[in-house]
């Protein structure tokens, strides 16, 4: 406390019994009794009805008094401003509370529901830099779309130029440093869990970019066509059968000759590949387009055969089966009658849905029925170690920037790891179940909730 409040205090105590002592002698007068050696002694008499009487008015005189020094109206302005502070804490903490609250956009099948980053498994140590750099590929492509071009889900209406300006704001960062990639996702992006109506089991699994030895011409060691695009329109007419059959003959052109059908068919479910030429020069394919026909999985097929079980059906091994039994693995490859096309990309790298180079360990093959192709999604999943039993935990970022004719279902994913041994390893062998969460920028996902009111 100051000096000055101090004195202030003081003087107003001191005012306070003056003018309590003054009102008795007012109302009581003094009495002077004479003594025997000249003095004189002073006697207030009191009497208790009176005395409370004046007291009551000293006080109340005493109280307006003190109310109007500056130090009562100090104290007055700080109370009050402490229960205006008080009252405008509730009201904020009210207004969190409506902020918080869940936010549900129910469609036919699906339930999208806005959540808050902190619910993100694993969000708080995220390295999203990656993740933003992969976006940042997916907004070029949409930049150059028409404004009305659809790229929705039949669930999410979405165009083009919905993501125009998050776009715009990507592509703008003038850092892309892990500080500068969090933020901007945060700003611009609301999580969304998506629920199905009826939740199927969820699979997430990796994908890489084999290697397979071919020839550009025919022999008896290499006999099984890579097909490119057929010309005027014939990629939604034949299955796979009836194309093994030579129904695509002088209608498609023929990129390469590999070793057998069954090679042929997991460089289609990979989606890309290099092909080593005899003189050391190799092909880069990229995936190009499909027949349009139903995916079946072989491996399901060999299973329910009791060829093999679930644990002994890897591609090594079904590879293998088919290569040694081809009069069997003819009717098995048949029962699959979705067929890819590929190009060649001329650099080593690998094309997705969107026609653009993807980013190992970033990129995601997903189910576009369900996903916007393009979005973001955060990953919550494992994977397989190399060098441990244990398999270790992968939340991550991931942009949607691919689709491939295995991937079908809600929860389902397929990432692309690249190429080399541990890619390899992981495209083999990881096989996991896990969830994702759909980040949609916030005016978009506003506008969908104002709609479904």
């Not at 109206?73 to 009252?87: P, Q």
């Not at 099948?109 to 990656?130: R, Y």
């Not at 022999?219 to 990629?235: A, D, E, L, R, V």
């Not at 394919?285 to 059906?313: C, F, H, W």
Request: aromatic share 8%; glycine share 6%.
């Amino acid at each position: 406390m100051s000096r000055k409040l101090i004195y202030t205090i003081c003087g107003i105590s001191c005012l306070t019994i003056s003018f309590v002592g003054l009102s008795l002698y007012k109302q009581n007068g003094l009495q002077v009794q004479e003594k025997p050696q000249n003095t004189k002694q002073v006697i207030i008499k009191t009497e208790p009805v009176k005395t409370a009487s004046v007291e009551d008015n000293a006080l109340k005189s005493a109280k307006k008094i003190v109310e109007s020094t500056p130090l009562e109206l100090a104290l007055k302005k700080v109370g009050a401003e402490e229960t205006n502070s008080k009252k405008a804490s509730a009201e904020n903490t009210n207004s969190k509370k409506v902020a918080s609250k869940k936010v549900v956009i129910k469609r036919k099948n699906i339930a999208l529901t806005k959540v808050s980053f902190e619910e993100l498994p694993g969000w708080d140590q995220a390295d999203v830099k990656k993740s933003l750099l992969a976006f940042q590929t997916s907004c070029k492509v949409f930049l150059k779309q028409e404004p009305s071009h659809p790229i929705g889900t039949r669930h999410i209406n979405l165009k083009a130029r919905d993501w125009y300006p998050v776009c715009k704001a990507a592509l703008a960062l003038d850092s892309t440093s892990e500080d500068a990639a969090k933020i901007f996702f945060e700003k611009w992006f609301h999580p969304i869990e998506l629920k199905q109506r009826n939740p199927s089991q969820s699979l997430f699994t990796g994908y890489y970019m084999p290697r397979i030895k071919g020839n550009l011409k025919k022999s008896p060691k290499y006999n099984t066509p890579i097909y490119g695009m057929p010309k005027n329109g014939y990629t939604t007419s034949y299955t796979r059968a009836q194309i093994d059959n030579g129904a695509l003959k002088k209608k498609a052109p023929v990129i390469a000759w590999i070793h057998s059908p069954a090679e042929r068919l997991f460089l289609e479910i990979e989606g890309a590949g290099v092909i080593q030429l005899p003189n050391g020069e190799n092909i880069y394919l990229g995936y190009a387009g499909e027949n349009g026909a139903p995916y079946t999985s072989i491996a399901k097929v060999m299973i329910n055969q009791g060829i093999m079980s679930r644990d002994t059906a890897s591609k090594a091994a079904i590879i293998r089966y088919l290569e040694e039994h081809p009069k069997k693995a003819k009717d098995i490859l048949h029962k699959n009658k979705s067929f890819v096309f590929f190009e060649d990309v001329k650099k080593p790298m690998a094309l997705g849905a969107q026609g653009m180079a993807l980013t190992p360990g970033y990129s995601l093959a997903v189910d576009k029925k369900w996903i916007p192709l393009g979005a973001p999604l955060w990953l919550d999943t494992t994977r397989p170690d190399k060098n441990q039993e244990d398999e270790k935990q992968l939340q991550r970022l991931m942009i949607a920037q691919d689709t491939g004719g295995a991937i079908r279902g809600f929860m389902r994913g397929d990432i692309y790891w690249g190429s080399g041994n541990l890619a390899t390893f992981l495209g083999e062998h990881m096989k996991n179940e896990g969830q994702y969460w759909l980040l949609l920028p916030k005016y978009i996902f506003n506008r969908l909730a104002k709609k479904s009111v």
